[in-house]
């Protein structure tokens, strides 16, 4: 089962910062959270990690709370081609496990508005 | 395009047939996992490779489900004998150990009439 809740569905407005909360109460202190996105008809799409600080990248942010409870992902700037299905992830390292599997759960519909 | 590559994109059959789908993985990335997916749900894990060895099954993969991947290159997804049920998305992503990422190809779409 996934270790995370998000919430069904957003609307952004375009041009606006989209921010996606997740919660992992559970998490491990080897665990990263991991956030892919799954636009319509294509795979998941990796977006960005982080384990305990704030990470940035050209996509987006992470914001990690302290008890690393929960985090937000925000995208900056939405536009239309940001609508799509986005999930967080909890799991350890790749380079620090075997093989364990990303579990995905149902996701966080996004839908960006003009 | 990921560097991911899946075939086919589609792919419909009637029940009791068997279907075979192939992923080509980026030329570097030694894991390889394959997942499923239905209509509003998340990919679930099936299988996972590292190199030529199928290190981890998910309960998901029944007897009539077989993975390979021989010399640790490309891999082959079969399913014998459909059942309606096998309806889904079928996605392969790639990866390795020194990057915290994983490369999903598009999929294969499969319906059993």
């Known amino acids: 089962d996934a270790k995370t809740t998000q919430p069904t569905s957003m609307d952004c407005a375009e041009g606006r910062a989209a921010n996606l909360p997740c919660n992992h109460s559970?998490?491990?202190?080897?665990?990263?959270v991991y956030w892919y996105r799954q636009i319509h008809s294509q795979g998941p799409q990796y977006i960005i990690h982080?384990?305990?600080n704030n990470e940035t990248n050209e996509m987006a942010s992470l914001i990690i709370t302290e008890d690393r409870k929960s985090s937000t992902l925000i995208l900056p700037h939405a536009t239309l081609r940001d609508t799509a299905v986005y999930y967080c992830?909890?799991?350890?390292?790749?380079?620090?496990?075997?093989?364990?599997?990303?579990?995905f759960g149902p996701g966080t519909r996004l839908s960006v508005l003009p | 395009d990921t560097g991911v590559s899946q075939d086919p994109r589609h792919k419909i059959t009637k029940r009791g047939q068997n279907v075979t789908f192939r992923c080509d993985p980026i030329?570097?990335?030694?894991?390889l996992y394959w997942y499923r997916q239905t209509l509003g749900q998340g990919p679930e894990f099936l299988t996972y490779f590292q190199n030529e060895a199928q290190l981890e099954k998910s309960r998901l993969l029944s007897d009539r489900f077989s993975a390979e991947r021989p010399k640790g290159s490309f891999s082959t997804l079969e399913i014998q004998r459909t059942e309606q049920g096998d309806s889904a998305m079928y996605l392969c992503a790639t990866g390795t150990e020194k990057r915290e990422k994983l490369f999903f190809g598009s999929g294969t779409q499969l319906s059993v009439l």
């Open positions: 992830i909890v799991r350890v390292a790749l380079v620090d496990n075997y093989g364990q599997n990303f579990v």
């Open positions: 030329s570097e990335h030694n894991r």
């Open positions: 982080g384990l305990k």
């Open positions: 559970t998490i491990s202190g080897n665990e990263y």
